[in-house]
């Protein structure tokens, strides 16, 4: 009892002071590069891709980065520009690469008295593997001198001398390469005339708590079928079940994600169905419909830390259920449709860890 005390009064020092006076929507300070997802489980012979992308950035001219791999575990087959920049202004792009090192530098092109910048989060590039032998590979993301090897090199609009750096805090992806045939087998994939889509009740879940994956699948053939429906963790399955769904019908089923014994890291989530008496091939084709962060219960942006940030994204939320305007099921920790004290609790009980 007095252990639940001390935190229920931890809990109302960190939000008391930002409650109701902390404009929502106001981003959060500091620039994130990831590699996207974070952790990628995959088989010999996949092929797979990756991300480096941006979050809460602000009047980007241009970047610079590298990003190296085990040329005996992964083999690159492409590198491309992504579209944050490219949406803004045309680029111009350098590409260094070589093997086992990615290195790419692109800038904005603007005419002589027209500055164009790039605000917000997005994707910066995407990189395309094959996974040649089992094993595990770090995708190590960093820029060379002058600065320092956790960030990438991130140029902000130039004032009349110089070119002014953004700092950011880079983030590393791994990848885990199986040639096990216990592991679970790839899904089959969709039938052309069945259709099945998923998404999350949240983007952010603490390890340990359950939330919600609902699939939608869509009956586009000429006849009744019975189906196998299921969805997935990157390629673990989280739930499936057997429906009959008539032709130009579609149903939306909910299965529960208990993030226990999942490690740390973004997971691509996705859907299949299939007719019971398909036997289809197993392939890799199924792409991602969303993403889930699991993370430290209370982290709320993904950062992998509960510091004040946290806090106050709590505190905007604070009192506020499903129907509220300002609702964040980020915020609701516990899955209970509600961001209330329990959830402060929660966060004061994980306050300063930080991960890794």
């Known amino acids: 009892m007095l ?40 088989k010999v012979g996949q092929i797979f891709g990756i991300n480096v992308s941006i979050a809460d950035v602000s009047e980007l001219l241009g970047f610079d980065f590298l990003l190296s791999y085990n040329t005996a575990i992964l083999k690159l087959v492409d590198i491309k520009e992504g579209p944050f920049l490219k949406s803004v202004s045309s680029t111009f792009m350098i590409n260094l690469t070589t093997n086992g090192l990615i290195w790419l530098a692109v ?38 001198d002058p600065y320092r090897p956790d960030e990438i090199k991130l140029a902000r609009d130039p004032p009349p001398d110089d070119v002014v750096h953004i700092p950011n805090v880079a983030v590393d ?7 096990d045939p ?31 994956m609902n699939v939608t699948t869509a009956n586009q053939g000429g006849s009744a079928q019975t189906l196998y429906v299921a969805g997935y963790a990157n390629t673990t399955q989280i739930g499936r079940l057997t429906l009959a769904l008539s032709n130009g019908s579609s149903i939306t089923v909910s299965f529960t994600w208990n993030t226990t014994g999942f490690a740390y890291g973004r997971y691509s989530i996705s859907a299949n169905a299939w007719p019971v008496l398909e036997q289809a ?9 969303d993403w889930v962060t699991i993370t430290i219960p209370g982290d709320l942006n993904a ?40 959830d402060a609790i929660i966060l004061a009980n994980h306050f300063g860890q930080h991960y890794p």
């Open 3 to 42: 252990k639940n005390t001390k935190s229920v009064l931890l809990a109302l020092m960190i939000l008391l002071p930002f409650m109701g006076v902390y404009p929502l929507g106001m981003s959060m300070p500091g620039t994130i590069v990831t590699v996207d997802p974070m952790e990628s489980n995959v």
């Open 182 to 212: 216990a592991d679970p087998p790839d899904p089959p994939p969709n039938s052309p005339n069945i259709i099945a889509h998923a998404s999350a009740s949240k983007s952010v879940a603490g390890q340990g708590y359950s939330l919600r």
């Open 281 to 289: 091939s197993m392939v890799n084709d199924i792409l991602a419909d």
């Open 107 to 144: 800038a904005l092109y603007y005419p002589q008295g027209s500055i164009t910048s790039a605000n917000g989060s997005g994707v910066l590039a995407t990189a395309t593997f094959k996974a040649i032998a089992a094993g595990e590979s770090l995708l190590d993301l960093f820029s060379k």
């Open 303 to 342: 950062d992998f830390a509960i510091d004040i940030r946290d806090a106050i994204l709590t505190s905007a939320t604070f009192n506020s259920k499903p129907s509220s305007p300002q609702w964040n099921p980020n915020a609701d920790l516990n899955g209970d449709n509600a961001v209330d004290t329990y």
């Open 173 to 179: 992806g791994h990848v885990e390469v199986s040639s």
